[in-house]
């Protein structure tokens, strides 16, 4: 495989000068990988292995720049500089020279390294070969046991680039499956977190269940593999139907969070329909409260449409239904057409979700707490979140649109004791 000089291999696109490095130093990894198959990130990540003074050296680097500096792991000298638009790791060679280093890597593919002074690939296990074939293979059983994490980084890693498994690779990740629960279960939702977020890939996740690996995690997940490889296709086809919505399957659940809501959807599938044992299984590999509560309300509002077919859900009904899947509702649409639920059927929801003016799927407060204690002569009790809601759902069902109207229609309620 030939080597282009752009990107990576020309310095200036580096966030710190070649010279900071001391000799020999090598970069290595799914950078070298990316740039010889001709992959481009946005965001630049470097890992370097060196002879000596690795962090010295990543502590000089964050000096001189102004970046942020943090100490990885201060037995094996792993440690990184981070830039704005860029993160360097910079790790002692396992051994003390490169060979062994590379000879404890998980993948042919990723025992790549690249000299940036001499311009020289060095590539002992013939990496750029399994990258021609677009195969990943193991370097050795024994690397894939010392870090179990490993096994599922294969699936992963075959999903993001459109790889398949070396067949006896594949046999030994089968073997070694059970060891994956010796692992960190952050670690395992970190990596089983970029497995659901690469598109049209369902397929992997089904191969890595099938092969051991999520099964203990998931036990019910079996059960739905054929829901879960339908959640690509169906936001295609919501796709065509609706961009709009559609868009908004790749935002994150929230901000600080790097599930997207396609990957949410996906989630759901592997999980108990039983929201309270999905809520163990979520809880057990520590997702966030936010992920948990948005994984258990896509159970929930799956569950309703598939109790009441959308055409016959009532007004207050769909009330609720926004009301708990909330921002969430492009991931419960996949959800539903995946399931069977018709794309027709799920229009006028799908209409109401992106109006923002529309009073069932986004109402607006015609009265507050407040301006109805004050209206009504009422002290803070229970009855003001009740009538409240009495509020909500008449404005849902057209009874009311004012403040006056709200106002009046309390008082009412009031007197009738309801």
Not at 326 to 334: K, M
Request: contains cysteine; glycine residues 4%.
């Amino acid at each position: 495989m030939s080597k282009p000089f752009n990107s990576i291999w020309s310095t200036d696109t580096w966030p710190f000068d070649r010279e900071w490095l001391p000799q020999p130093a090598y970069l290595v990894g799914g950078a070298v990988r990316d740039q010889l198959l001709g992959r481009k990130a946005e965001y630049l990540d470097l890992d370097f292995v060196l002879l000596e003074e690795a962090i010295t050296t990543a502590k000089n680097i964050a000096k001189y720049y102004k970046a942020g500096f943090v100490l990885l792991d201060a037995e094996r000298q792993i440690a990184r500089v981070v830039f704005p638009q860029a993160t360097v790791d910079f790790a002692q060679a396992e051994g003390s020279s490169l060979s062994q280093d590379l000879q404890r890597r998980d993948f042919t593919i990723n025992a790549i390294a690249y000299n940036p002074f001499t311009q020289d690939l060095i590539d002992p296990h013939q990496g750029q070969t399994d990258l021609k074939q677009r195969l990943i293979r193991m370097i050795s059983p024994e690397n894939l046991r010392d870090d179990p994490l490993r096994l599922l980084r294969g699936y992963r890693q075959a999903a993001q680039l459109g790889f398949q498994l070396e067949p006896q690779t594949q046999a030994t990740i089968r073997q070694l499956a059970p060891f994956l629960t010796q692992v960190a279960v952050e670690r395992v939702q970190t990596e089983l977190g970029y497995l659901l977020n690469v598109s049209g890939k369902a397929l992997w996740i089904k191969q890595a269940i099938e092969d051991g690996l999520l099964s203990s995690f998931f036990p019910n997940a079996s059960q739905h593999f054929d829901r879960l490889l339908e959640i690509d296709p169906a936001a295609e086809r919501l796709n065509q139907q609706s961009p709009t919505l559609t868009l908004r399957l790749s935002h994150p659940i929230r901000d600080t969070l790097k599930t997207s809501l396609l990957a949410l959807a996906k989630l759901t599938c592997l999980l108990s329909p039983d929201p309270a044992v999905a809520e163990v299984e979520l809880t057990q590999l520590k997702y966030s409260k936010t992920e948990i509560r948005a994984a258990i309300a896509l159970i929930k509002g799956l569950s309703s449409l598939q109790q009441t077919s959308p055409p016959q859900i009532s007004l207050r009904q769909q009330y609720f239904l926004f009301q708990e899947v909330g921002t969430l509702f492009p991931a419960l649409a996949v959800q539903a057409v995946a399931w069977g639920l018709s794309i027709e059927s799920l229009s006028p929801l799908i209409e109401r979700f992106l109006n923002p003016d529309d009073p069932v799927a986004h109402p607006q407060l015609l009265i507050t707490g407040n301006e109805l204690m004050a209206g009504l002569n009422l002290s803070p009790s229970p009855k003001i979140g009740q009538l409240l809601m009495k509020i909500q759902l008449a404005q849902v069902e057209g009874q009311i649109s004012t403040a006056e109207q709200a106002l009046k229609f309390a008082a009412q309620s009031l007197e009738h004791g309801e």
